[in-house]
Structure formats: C-alpha cells, structure tokens
C-alpha cells in the first residue's frame, strides 16, 4: 500500500511538473474578449481585447502582444522572456526601457509592480481554452496600519479600488 501511495505521488509530481514546463507553448493563440474596467466595484468601461501568445524562434521568446479596443494604435507588442524557467519566473518586456518580472505557478502567471504611485497585480489564469485576465491597482499608500505591538509585526493593508478583468477566449 505504501508502495502504491509513493507511485501516486511520483506520478502527480510529474503531470505537475508538465504542466508547469508546458508554459507558454500551451498558451499559444489569439484570445479575445471584452475588458471591463471597474472603479469601487461599479463598471466603468467595456472594451474588446485581445492577448496573442506566439514563440518568436527557438529562444523561449514568445509575443505577448495586448491590444485594446480595435484600432491598431492601442496594439502593445510585448515580449514575453525567459528569466528563469525552473522556478516559473519569466518577464514582460515592454519594449521601451520597461521589463516586468513575473512568476507562473500552475496554472497563472503573475506580476506585481508599482508605478507612479500605484501598487498593481497581474494575474492571467488559462483554464482550457479561457484565459482570466486581471489587473488589480491602487495607491502604493497603506490605507491602513495594525499590529506593531509588542510582538506583533506592523501589517499594512491597501485599497484596491480598480480592477480591469477580461475572460478571453482562444480564437480557434
């Protein structure tokens, strides 16, 4: 039974190792849907978006091209880069100077960065043939500070106050 159980694991280990190496060949495409922008939880825009996933060579480069809305100037076309593929860690370059690290674990990829001020995540999800895109951002300000007693470490916390979310469907 033990034995049993060892194999188990061994095999899950590895269909998640797969999984993991499988990024982002198994992301390769055209996604589309619509963006949704919120404010405080209200809607407060709705545009067509697009994310193309496509290898540039046998480097490990691939696009990561953004576009928003259907005109050509709102097209971004990023890089997505190996950085080091064993621990997940990848990076966006954008192009101009701008290099966003990010990380995938199972299933998503992440990246957290600040900008002027604002604290964002990234998070694309793939669940078969959808990809869940969100960016989070708020004021790199804590909007709250607790804890700091005793042994108690200070915890900040921060508004999240907008929240752009796309559901993007693989383009067949």
Not at 56 to 71: E, K, M, P
Not at 123 to 152: C, F, H, K, W
């Amino acid at each position: 039974m033990r034995h049993l159980l060892l194999l188990c694991l061994s095999l899950l280990s590895t269909l998640v190792t797969a999984q993991d190496e499988a990024f982002p060949a198994t992301w390769e495409g055209e996604w589309r849907g619509d963006l949704v922008v919120y404010q405080h939880g209200n809607e407060v825009q709705r545009i067509p978006m697009s994310l193309t996933i496509l290898p540039l060579g046998s480097n490990g480069h691939y696009t990561w091209a953004i576009q928003y809305g259907r005109d050509e100037s709102n097209l971004r076309p990023y890089r997505l880069i190996p950085a080091d593929p064993e621990k997940g860690q990848f990076a966006i370059d954008e192009q101009n100077g701008i290099v966003l690290d990010g990380f995938f674990q199972r299933d998503t990829y992440f990246s957290l960065f600040s900008v002027s001020g604002s604290l964002l995540q990234t998070r694309v999800q793939r669940t078969q043939d959808t990809l869940l895109y969100e960016i989070t951002a708020g004021p790199m300000e804590p909007l709250n500070t607790s804890g700091g007693r005793d042994s108690i470490p200070a915890v900040d916390s921060y508004a999240i106050p907008t929240l752009q979310r796309a559901i993007l469907q693989r383009q067949k």
